[in-house]
């Protein structure tokens, strides 16, 4: 896998994947950025929500629940100096669906914690990882 970075100018930067899609990213207005796209480290925490969310809803289509939607909301938490790694990352599920079946839900959210989800695993020895979730019946 490739990716290819391409400062802009200023605090901004051009980001284009292997696969020909590309983002543009900027600092902080703080730190002489003009809030032009996500921050480097919020592409972190999206590429662990799109990943972990990526797996739960296969597993969960795989295991015939009747998924309709699935949203993680993430908060993190960093360190106050440098370099401000995150500290602790909580991942909250929201499910929408018919008949969602909780055990099946939690297990699907685990499985993508523990085995599928390489984002999130390549993170979890350095930064403490959570999750939970709730279901919303349709």
Known sequence: MKSRIKWQGGVSFSGESESGHSVLMDGAPEAGGKNLGPRPMEMILMGVGGCTTFDVVMILKKGRQDISDC????????????????????????????????TQVERAINLSAEKYCSASIMLKNAVEITHDFEIVAL
């Open 71 to 102: 949203v993680v909301e993430i908060e993190a938490a960093r360190a106050t100096l440098d370099p401000k790694v995150f500290t602790h990352i909580h991942l909250h599920f929201i499910l929408t669906g018919k008949n969602l079946n909780r």
